[in-house]
């Protein structure tokens, strides 16, 4: 996603908001595999079962506390990934695509509704909700080319969209996270981020876009560029509070929309969204963290596009069953 996922501010959970002047710097790695096809939230077997995309995600993250209650953040985001498929050469035989390097940078701004500095662990008042406006700028390549074999040859394409390092767009980012401490070493938390895409195709058209294909879905075969959205809410809880050692489990959705809050929705996407368990672990040492989690899916859905209903389709997408991620975190 390129959503941020709110690694700085339920960092307050626990009694760690950062103090005025203070630094924080994490780095963040995602690894997914998709290899099952969705149509809506039915599951089909793989005609070829070899097929899939797999995708490495590196964050770099920055946030500084200008007073004690606003901070910006700053993310550069670097993607590598892949597709080993035959619909995108020649129906017949496997060859891969890639693409990487930077993606989309985002700058964002966030502050806490509550004075953090007259809040105290383990009282009825701790308790914060943080509102976060930022941009996402189109730093990355979002027309990243590789080798496609055709029948006719060998002939350079654009890499599948969700292969593309950026998106060609400029993005408004809305961003809210709540937490409450139910208990001692106990804590509930809410987030959630939207980010607004007011272009609607970037111009780049899909790797078989040079095949012929019905006039009727033509217009599906240029790129869009979509909003995106991330959603999370669950418990946390400090099962070793000398060590800095917690266990977290929550709820966790992300996906596409069909249509874009602002302009239009037309050209390629994918549609859809996952919902997924997502079970968290985390040590935190002095000014150092370390947390890892594993969200799990439980549902997936392909969503038909505006394109599709035009022509009365409805495309598959591959999904994953589940993803992992760790980061490091140090306050300075």
């Given amino acids: 996603m390129a959503v941020t996922d709110h690694a700085f501010s339920l960092s307050a959970q626990g009694g760690n908001y950062l103090k005025k002047g203070e630094w924080l710097a994490a780095v963040s790695y995602r690894w997914l595999r998709a290899d099952h096809l969705f149509v809506g939230s039915d599951d089909f077997p793989l005609i070829d079962p070899l097929e899939h995309r797999e995708f490495h995600f590196i964050d770099v993250h920055a ?61 009825e008042t701790y308790q914060n909700i943080g509102l976060g406006l930022g941009v996402q700028f189109p730093t990355g ?45 106990a804590f509930a938390y809410v987030s959630g981020s939207y980010l607004i895409s007011p272009r609607e195709v970037n111009g780049v058209e899909m790797t078989i876009g040079d095949l012929p294909i019905p006039d009727a879905i033509n217009d599906g075969t240029i790129t869009s560029v979509p909003d995106l959205y991330v959603g999370r809410a669950g418990f946390s809880y400090s099962i070793w509070p000398k060590q800095g050692l917690s266990l977290s489990l929550g709820a966790r959705v992300e996906g596409i929309p069909v249509h874009d809050l602002v302009g239009g929705s037309d050209g390629y996407r994918g549609a859809g969204y996952v919902i997924s368990i997502e079970p968290g672990l985390a040590w935190s040492r ?27 389709v409805h495309y598959g997408a591959d999904f994953s069953d589940f993803f992992i991620q760790a980061a490091y975190i140090r306050r300075f």
Avoid at 79 to 103: P, Q
Avoid at 152 to 180: C, M, Y
Avoid at 286 to 312: H, L, Y
């Fill in 63 to 123: 946030a500084y506390m200008m007073t004690k209650r606003f901070n910006l953040q700053l993310t550069l985001p670097f993607k590598h990934a892949e597709s080993f498929m035959t619909y995108e050469h020649d129906f017949k035989n496997y060859h891969r695509m890639t693409a990487g390097g930077l993606g989309d940078l985002r700058l964002l701004g966030h502050w806490w509704l509550l004075d953090p500095t007259k809040q105290t662990a383990s009282t």
């Fill in 141 to 185: 390549d979002y027309k990243a080319s590789d080798i496609a074999y055709r029948d006719t040859g060998p002939v350079l394409r654009p890499v599948h969209p969700s292969l593309q390092p950026g998106t060609g767009g400029w993005g408004v980012i809305l961003e809210v996270d709540a937490f409450r401490e139910l208990f001692e070493n």
């Fill in 286 to 312: 002095g000014r150092n963290t370390i947390a890892v989690s594993a969200p799990v899916a439980i549902e997936r859905n392909r969503q038909q596009t505006v394109p599709n209903r035009r022509a009365s």
